[in-house]
């Protein structure tokens, strides 16, 4: 997009507050459009996202109340789940669509209760619709603790034998490396390595990563290096993970929800009967706790940061 478009496009949203905020780091211009009157186009999407031409983020965040949303997918959600009140219209920074975003839907609640849309005591929740599916975040001290849904294996008991169901090459890493697929309800693609050192090394850029085979859909990819178990504050084994991400549609972010979750499943499943099911992750943004319960479901806990405000011109 050149200059001159990018200020077009962003024009569109003349007069327009926004707000700026992050979940470890991973970070989002949300806004605020509860009766549905502002329409997000691609392009006006990767505007608000640049980071020397517009506000700067990962990603985009409309909050809007789910009946007024426009959107079949938010539509399909309240038909299933009349009580999901507010929809999360989440784009990528490239401006396409994403099923779901970890960090985001924390930062979204947090958004609706700085704009006294919502009243959220300590441990009361609320369900957010969202591409994928609805989801009960809750208020856990000063974090929120989201309900992420079950994970899938879409290469099932064949891939988690095989510890792999893609062949993967990474910049900067030497020869083809074993990935295993998760959806979380984004499609992930997850890599252990050996070493921070290898960590350090990989160059994740989009365009740097070859899969076999290819992705319909795209993939986000974590690359992971486990690490020891600790005991957590209830006295829980606690396994640790410390990663980096490469998301579709974005480049390498500072952290990414979905992709925590997918990394804790992962690494969960390549130790086999006996693994911690609550996980402490490590991202370049901070760190997030992932709880995986034995039929599959997946809870996320994390922090929230609004940094201010912002009208455009």
Known sequence: MTPAARLQALRALAGTRLTKGHGTENDFVLVDDPDGQIVLTAEVVAALADRRGG???????????TVNAGDPDAARVLAEEPGAEWFMDYRNADGSLAEMCGNGVRVFVDHLIDRGHLVLDEGGSILVA???GARRVRKDGGDYAVEMGRFVLPGGERAVADGADVA???????GTRAGLRVTMPNPHTVVALPSLAELEAAELRLGTVDYAPVPEDGTNLELVVPGPEEVGQRGERLGTITMRVLERGVGETRSCGTGCCAAAVAVRAWAGSGAPDAWRV???GGEVR????????VTLTGPAVLLGDVTLR
């Open 290 to 297: 992932v709880d995986v319960a034995a039929g599959g479901e």
């Open 282 to 284: 490590h991202v370049p």
């Open 55 to 65: 506000i700067g983020g990962d990603g985009v965040i409309r909050a809007v109340r």
């Open 168 to 174: 993967v090459v990474v910049t900067g890493l030497d």
């Open 130 to 132: 969202t591409r994928g």
